[in-house]
Structure formats: structure tokens, C-alpha cells
């Protein structure tokens, strides 16, 4: 399949997913101290997490935190992508996330008029500069306020270029069947095998 993807390497973006309802509980990750997010980030997460269900039961790596459907499906493409350091998750109650990040369990769905204007996008550009990542690529689905958020990030007024890859599927079970194809769409990617590339894949080319 031709697309934008094929022409960027996995090892050396950004990539970004979303998070999803299903979470597993427990957890027994230590906190870590000095994580690298601006300020502003880290004053609305506290807001939002007070006002969310937040269990205290210990935290888990964000990754190993979220096992819904994209989960499930990703197999080990998805622990080779957390290893290279360059991946990111979009989460209801923490905003943005360092894949490896610990967290507790939570319960809330990413709503942008949660996030003060502008913290989630300027902490994406921010990360992706600390990284050094002159592309970043988001695997989302096309109907939530993860998409609309990567959206609005001002690519245009950067020196980085984006992708953002989503599922056009409009028949029955699309809870479970767009992130098992976000997630067919994200081993693809990250294995180098366009063949594989799911039904219904859209990329969009941002900024």
C-alpha cells in the first residue's frame, strides 16, 4: 500500500497512541521522580485526577496499564516501540504519557475541555524536540478528541512533519474491530510490512 508511512522510519519518530477504557488493576511500578513534562502539564493532570476515579491500588507502566482492544491485538511490536524510547500515549486522566511512564489506575475518557488551551499540544512538540523526532506518527481512532487533539497541534509553525493514521470503519462491532486495525496498522508499520496494512487505513499528512 503507498503511504506516508512508508517513507518514515518507526525507530526514529514519535509515535503516539491512545489509551483505551480497558485497564488492568494493580500495579507495582515505583513512582519516578523528575519526570520531563512542562509545568503547566503537570498542574492541569493533577486537576484532572482529582476529579476522576483514581485507584490507589499501585501503579503499572502506562503500557502494561491499558489492555483494551488495541492492546491486546499490538503483540510484541508494541514492547519493541516502548524499548526504542520514542513513544507516547494520549490519556483522559494524565494528558500525555511516556509509554514506560507508571500510573495508577484510573477512570476517565480523554476530553479536551479537561486541558487548559494549548498543554497537551505545546507538551507533544516539546517532547518530540526533547527527542529530536522530525516526524511524529499518531495511530488513533478518527472519532474521538485523540484524533481532534493532534489535529489542532500547530505543525505548521514547526519544523515537524506528522502523520495521522485512523480507521474508516462504519459497520457494527467498530468498538472493538478500529483498534484491532489501528493496532494490525501499527505492527505493520513498525516491522517494515505495508503488505499487511489494514482495510480501511487512512493517513492524513498534518501541518
Not at 517532547?127 to 500547530?154: E, G, M, N
Request: net charge neutral; proline share 5%; glycine share 12%.
Amino acid at each position: 500500500m503507498e503511504t506516508a508511512l512508508n517513507t518514515i522510519d518507526p525507530r526514529e519518530a514519535l509515535t503516539i497512541l491512545g489509551c483505551s477504557k480497558g485497564k488492568a488493576r494493580g500495579g507495582d511500578s515505583p513512582a519516578e521522580a523528575g519526570a520531563v513534562w512542562p509545568e503547566a502539564l503537570l498542574r492541569a493532570r493533577t486537576d484532572v485526577l482529582a476529579r476522576s476515579k483514581v485507584d490507589g491500588g499501585g501503579l503499572r507502566p502506562a503500557w502494561r496499564r491499558y489492555n483494551g482492544h488495541f492492546y491486546r491485538n499490538v503483540g510484541g511490536a508494541l514492547g519493541e516501540a516502548v524499548e526504542n524510547g520514542r513513544t507516547l500515549i494520549l490519556s483522559g486522566g494524565y494528558g500525555i504519557l511516556r509509554a514506560d511512564e507508571p500510573i495508577a489506575y484510573y477512570d476517565r475518557k480523554l476530553r479536551l475541555s479537561d486541558w487548559p488551551p494549548g498543554v497537551l499540544e505545546h507538551a507533544i512538540i516539546d517532547q518530540a524536540r526533547r527527542l529530536d523526532a522530525a516526524q511524529v506518527v499518531t495511530f488513533v481512532s478518527a472519532s474521538a478528541d485523540y484524533a481532534k487533539l493532534i489535529r489542532r497541534v500547530p505543525w505548521g509553525e514547526t519544523e515537524i512533519s506528522a502523520v495521522l493514521v485512523t480507521i474508516d470503519f462504519h459497520d457494527g462491532g467498530a468498538q472493538i474491530e478500529v483498534p484491532r486495525r489501528l493496532a494490525q496498522a501499527f505492527g505493520a508499520w513498525w516491522h517494515g510490512s505495508p503488505s499487511d496494512y489494514p482495510a480501511g487505513m487512512v493517513t492524513e499528512v498534518l501541518g
